[in-house]
């Protein structure tokens, strides 16, 4: 009981604010969580303020463009060609040294993906944690976790359908979704 005095003396009163000017370091950290997962981070890449292409690019932006197409005829998805472009060709940003993304391109050419990327990866995993589930059906962790994953499907298409990139009589039916990913 003789602490409390020596306490406040030292502290200050409990309800204390903050000096003026400061923002607290909590509210600083507070940062939203996740739908579907357990982090709460705020980490993520910053594209650079200058919209034109660096000095050092030396490739021409049609160049650039029949590279996507080649690598696209080949079969790969828009974010491996933009990391294909990146790492072989010193690409830095397609949409810098061209004018338009990756995916604006393809559909130019008529090269794009019938469903998009984000999609075809959750149809993807979905179908995956299906055939894992006929397997091992007590596994409870993964029939919840194939929920999660089905409603983040089913959310992200009532987006596409809203931004047309889905046709509106599209639905996933898991019992044909495996055909869609094949």
């Known amino acids: 009981f003789w602490l409390k005095p020596l306490r406040r003396k030292l502290c200050g009163p409990r309800t204390a604010k903050p000096p003026q000017g400061r923002t607290p370091v909590h509210a600083q950290i507070d940062a939203m969580g996740r739908m579907y997962g357990k982090g709460k981070g705020?980490?993520?890449?910053?594209?650079?303020?200058?919209?034109?292409?660096?000095?050092?690019?030396?490739?021409?932006?049609?160049?650039?463009?029949?590279?996507?197409?080649?690598?696209?005829?080949?079969?790969?998805?828009?974010?491996?060609?933009?990391?294909?472009?990146?790492?072989?060709?010193?690409?830095?940003?397609?949409?810098?040294?061209?004018?338009?993304?990756?995916l604006r391109i393809l559909k130019t050419n008529g090269l794009a993906p019938t469903l998009p990327e984000d999609l075809y990866f959750l149809i993807?995993?979905?179908?995956?944690?299906?055939?894992?589930?006929?397997?091992?059906?007590?596994?409870?962790?993964?029939?919840?976790?194939?929920?999660?994953?089905?409603?983040?499907?089913h959310r992200l298409a009532r987006y596409y359908k809203r931004d047309k990139a889905l046709p509106a009589t599209w639905k996933y039916v898991s019992a044909t979704a495996s055909a869609l990913v094949a």
Not at 42 to 55: C, E, F, G, V
Request: charged share 30%; proline share 7%; glycine share 6%.
């Open 42 to 102: 705020m980490a993520s890449s910053a594209l650079p303020y200058r919209r034109k292409p660096p000095t050092w690019v030396k490739m021409k932006p049609d160049d650039v463009c029949d590279h996507i197409c080649k690598l696209a005829k080949k079969g790969l998805t828009p974010s491996q060609i933009g990391v294909t472009l990146r790492d072989s060709f010193g690409v830095p940003q397609v949409g810098a040294v061209t004018g338009s993304k990756i």
């Open 124 to 153: 993807k995993k979905a179908v995956s944690m299906r055939k894992h589930l006929d397997k091992n059906r007590k596994d409870k962790d993964s029939k919840f976790r194939l929920i999660l994953v089905e409603s983040r499907i």
